[in-house]
């Protein structure tokens, strides 16, 4: 059939005929959500980012003289940093099992992966008894107010990628993935990456980067 | 009794009240989306016309100072983001999955979810009413005014209009993902970009504004929470910065005017042409302005803060210029539609008409105010009141009248009244001008925005009272819709599929068209394909 006679051809459109319209090739739709979602997360954070950078360039002194040290002495931001960056490749590995249809090796990376990041989130929740030790809140002046807030927002979406890969777990057990399908998959892991990503530049910002005054 | 074991127990489809509440067709959500944002249409109005009221007269009659704030502050809230913009979304949501030939949206249920999100916003910015008053530093909420309980305003207003608004901006978000996916995920075959119709293209960059811009008010928004509710110190001197504020939020709001107008833009685009029986002129360079306005809308956030003294002035200044030009190409686009067409002055047209005109005062007297002499004179005054309802009146609001007379037929079956339809406008368009052509002249005498009294020796009195007189006038065309709205429900006309000869997908079904849309789609040639039909040109040479 040439490329003529077919354009002559009604178009049926009932719900059923429409599926095609998933499988035209390119990104799939839930996965082009997922990244356009990913796109508003980073304004989101572009937002609290550059209220941190003003609010560090009108300071004086940063970190102000009382907390110079304060976050010198947490012992779980750099084990925390190597987990959650080891998260993404086991994540990866377990989009990468079901891509083969390997379902066995797909959940036992999911499962790592949800292990790690509840231990980040525990680690982060030490790091803050800790703060809270030193005197570090939320009211201590422009520091700890954008400290707690960055940090807190990073830690609310780990604590929503750990709920949505759990999710993916729960239903990969079920067997609901396969190698044919598995768009939730690949959305999710998207969005732990993105998490992940986030997370080193935090980390380079408020432990790197050297202060000023 | 006759038996009747073979039919059916229970019904296969859900019916009444529990369908409307539990659909996902994109269809009903998007009639959800319009009568909700007409009903907070009606909200906000009574509350502008307690603020003229109040302004008719020198002295406080009919409001205390602490009402008035939360009146002019409810007003904006309501008529920003719960009536323009989900008003705009609403009619989208109908109109761009038939434009395209798809059978609804990307993702049906997160559409659902985006509409629920809307009336739950709402009822918490009511729920100030109730618990010791609502916000009342203004639609900006600028810190650290809305961070001390302004004004006497004891209650938690402010924070629930500041959950509110994270709701509703979620709510958009959520929608513009589910747009640009549909859009450039679901079209049928044959409806390449540049044969999409006009108002998908304006939903495209819509939805890429909402997506990169809301979620920094989102940001702004939650610093405002924590500032004021667990001691954080953002914007709170010392060391604070309320021009941090103001930057993050009209980082958001100056793209956020576009929100509301682009989608307007759209509907006329389709309505020039159908009742001027010709092509839209210019189909491409429309396309590129459109993208051209959205571009350009992130890099003038500032020229509403010109007076501030912290913003580089010529930047912003030669940048908000800039953006006249793919307007000015817009105007040209539907002037010569327009040209030698066989104008049929239906409603639809009318209102169009109505948004061209107005919406070139908005744009002129917007550009006087790019001028930074001009504005620091002006900022702040009944001027700048004037332009942005000259934009947001007298463009979106006749924008979405307009496609409301020209879409009703499609989604109720049948036709508004169109004698009663043209008096509106009549009514509607005096009334207009009536309320807010003198405010540019109690600008330049200097009446300051957002204030509950004045003077009695100003000489602002009689302006004023002209104002007040409009005001009602535009309640009165109101009325007289919901009349038609009554009078069409009961016993209008049917209105057939196609009640227009018009040239896009949605009149190729029937009216109200069925759940999935389309029995089946003609070849899609151009971006007129019903054009094409109608004139025999679908043959394959």
């Not at chain 2, 985006?114 to 009413?129: E, V």
């Amino acid at each position: 059939m040439t490329t003529d006679e077919k354009a002559l051809l009604p178009v049926e459109h009932n719900p059923l005929a429409s599926m095609p319209h998933d499988t035209h090739g390119g990104t799939s739709n839930p996965v082009l959500g997922m990244i356009l979602f990913i796109t508003s997360e980073v304004m989101f954070f572009g937002g609290l980012f550059a209220a941190y950078f003003n609010l560090r360039a009108n300071a004086p002194q940063w970190p102000p003289e009382e907390f110079a040290h304060t976050l010198k002495i947490l012992p779980f931001v750099g084990p925390a940093t190597i987990l959650l960056i080891i998260s993404s490749f086991t994540c990866q590995w377990a989009v990468w099992a079901i891509r083969r249809d390997d379902r066995t090796v797909f959940i036992r990376g999911m499962a790592v992966t949800v292990v790690l990041g509840i231990v980040f989130l525990l680690m982060q929740i030490t790091d803050y008894a800790f703060l809270g030790q030193e005197g570090l809140t939320l009211a201590s002046g422009q520091f700890g107010t954008t400290y707690y807030t960055l940090t807190g927002f990073h830690g609310a979406h780990v604590f929503g990628g750990v709920v949505m890969l759990s999710v993916i777990l729960y239903r990969g057990m079920a067997g609901q993935f396969s190698g044919r399908h598995y768009d939730a998959v690949e959305g999710a892991s998207l969005y732990w990456h993105f998490v992940d990503v986030v997370w080193i530049l935090l980390f380079s910002l408020l432990y790197l980067l050297p202060g000023k005054g | 009794m006759a038996t009747t074991t073979l039919a059916p127990t229970a019904p296969t489809y859900r019916t009444g009240l529990y369908a409307w509440l539990t659909t996902t067709d994109h269809k009903k959500i998007g009639v959800l989306y319009v009568v909700n944002s007409f009903l907070f249409f009606f909200i906000g109005g009574l509350l502008a016309l307690g603020v003229r009221t109040e302004l008719a007269a020198p002295g406080l009659q009919f409001l205390t100072d602490t009402q008035y704030n939360e009146f002019f502050t409810m007003h904006a809230t309501f008529m920003i983001f719960l009536f323009i913009i989900p008003m705009l979304a609403g009619f989208s949501n109908y109109v761009v999955p038939l434009q395209i030939g798809a059978p609804d949206m990307a993702f049906p249920r997160i559409n659902a979810l985006s509409f629920w999100m809307l009336p739950l916003g709402g009822i918490l910015l009511l729920l100030g009413f109730v618990t010791g008053g609502t916000a009342a530093a203004g639609w900006t909420s600028y810190a650290p005014l809305s961070e001390d309980r302004p004004l006497a305003a004891t209650g938690y207003g402010q924070d629930l209009w500041i959950m509110a608004l994270v709701l509703i901006g979620t709510s958009s978000i959520l929608g513009a993902i589910n747009f640009l996916v549909t859009i450039f995920k679901m079209r049928a075959p044959g409806m390449t970009l540049f044969r999409m119709p006009i108002l998908v293209w304006t939903v495209v960059v819509t939805s890429v504004l909402v997506l990169m811009a809301t979620p920094v008010i989102t940001s702004v928004l939650i610093m405002l929470f924590i500032d004021r509710n667990y001691g954080g110190s953002f914007f709170q001197p010392p060391g604070g910065d309320p021009i941090l504020y103001q930057n993050i939020f009209w980082f958001y709001s100056h793209p956020a005017v576009y929100v509301m107008i682009l989608p307007a833009m759209g509907f006329i685009s389709e309505i020039l042409p159908v009742f001027s029986r010709k092509p839209l002129f210019g189909y491409k360079a429309f396309v590129f302005a459109t993208a051209a306005i959205g571009a350009l809308g992130f890099s003038v956030w500032a020229h509403h803060m010109f007076t501030t003294g912290a913003v580089y002035l010529p930047f912003f200044s030669i940048m908000t210029f800039l953006i006249a030009v793919p307007t000015g190409v817009k105007m040209f686009n539907w002037v010569f539609t327009m040209w030698r067409g066989q104008l049929m002055l239906k409603t639809p047209l009318l209102f169009a008409l109505g948004f061209l005109t107005m919406f070139l005062i908005g744009g002129i007297n917007g550009a006087f105010s790019a001028s930074v002499p001009v504005d620091f004179a002006l900022h702040d005054t009944y001027w700048v009141v004037a332009h942005l309802h000259y934009v947001l009146f007298g463009g979106s609001v006749f924008g979405v009248m307009a496609a409301t007379y020209y879409w009703f037929p499609k989604m109720t079956g049948r036709m508004l009244n169109e004698t009663v339809g043209k008096a509106q406008f009549v009514l509607m368009f005096i009334g207009f001008n009536a309320t807010f052509f003198p405010m540019h002249q109690l600008g330049l005498l200097g009446m300051p925005r957002r204030i509950a009294d004045y003077a009695s020796n100003t000489g602002w009195q009689d302006l004023n009272i002209v104002a007040t007189i409009g005001g009602f006038t535009i309640a009165a065309s109101m009325v007289l819709f919901l009349w038609n709205v009554f009078l069409s429900l009961r016993s209008g006309p049917v209105a057939g599929d196609d009640p227009w000869e018009a040239n896009t997908l949605e009149w190729a079904t029937t009216s109200p068209p069925p759940a999935y849309n389309f029995d089946r789609l003609p070849e899609i040639r151009s971006e007129r394909p019903l054009f094409d039909v109608r004139h025999g040109r679908t043959s394959v040479h």
